[in-house]
């Protein structure tokens, strides 16, 4: 089965600080995509940053920056300087399938807390 | 206003109605999702379409119907509505261009209690 798995349930951050989000999914293939959303309590569902398996080159957005190690099947989110906005749940996803059957597989997301 | 809405955003119903869950986006993206959010689970697929008329299963399709006869509709059935099904549910869409394909847009959510 295709998962992705996020360790972590919960956690916290105090306000300034940076904090990473820990990712990991099992695929047998090659060429696929990578995504973090954000959901707030608004409940909207928020894409924050995506990545290319076949790019090296870690992506970065602002603050959002990810470490993407894909011989170990990790895809973890660095967000630098946090503020409270930042606050959310985060889900990590990444597409399965080909030919048009593409489709998101999410992790259970991971709460996040900033502390002022 | 242009982007992807859900109807309603709140629904109360009784065990064993039908109820129909609406999605609207205005993109003209040619795949649309269903999803449906549970404590614990994250989110997990119901069904998704790659254009009107096609529609396939996701990860939990039993108990829902879709349909797609236009590319901006795709509303989602419970024929049966049953209390297993009192969840969050979302929409998305995205485009068809290999670039943009799997960036997907979600709806505000439509959040389903069954009683």
């Known amino acids: 089965a295709q998962t992705v798995t996020q360790s972590q349930p919960e956690m916290s951050v105090q306000e300034a600080e940076t904090v990473t989000l820990s990712c990991t999914y099992d695929t047998s293939e090659s060429d696929y995509y990578l995504f973090w959303y954000k959901q707030p309590p608004s409940r909207q569902m928020i894409l924050v940053i995506r990545?290319?398996?076949?790019?090296?080159q870690n992506a970065t957005e602002n603050r959002f920056s990810v470490n993407f190690q894909k011989a170990a099947k990790s895809f973890s989110l660095k967000i630098s300087d946090s503020q409270l906005g930042d606050a959310a749940m985060y889900f990590c996803?990444?597409?399965?399938?080909?030919?048009?059957?593409?489709?998101?597989?999410f992790g259970k997301g991971t709460k996040l807390t900033v502390n002022p | 206003d242009a982007g992807i809405t859900q109807s309603p955003r709140y629904k109360i119903t009784e065990t064993g109605r039908q109820v129909t869950l609406m999605c609207h986006q205005t993109?003209?993206?040619?795949?649309m999702f269903w999803y449906r959010q549970d404590l614990g689970h994250g989110l997990r697929l119901i069904y998704y379409s790659a254009a009107a008329d096609i529609t396939d299963k996701g990860e939990v399709p039993d108990g829902y119907v879709v349909s797609r006869s236009k590319t901006e509709n795709f509303p989602l059935t419970l024929e049966s509505a049953t209390r297993s099904q009192t969840s969050v549910y979302f929409c998305?869409?995205?485009?068809?261009?290999?670039?943009?394909?799997?960036?997907?847009?979600f709806g505000p959510g439509t959040r389903l209690t069954v009683t």
């Open positions: 990545q290319e398996a076949y790019k090296q």
């Open positions: 996803a990444y597409i399965v399938g080909q030919g048009g059957s593409e489709k998101l597989v």
């Open positions: 993109w003209s993206h040619s795949y």
């Open positions: 998305a869409s995205s485009e068809i261009s290999r670039a943009r394909r799997y960036e997907q847009y």
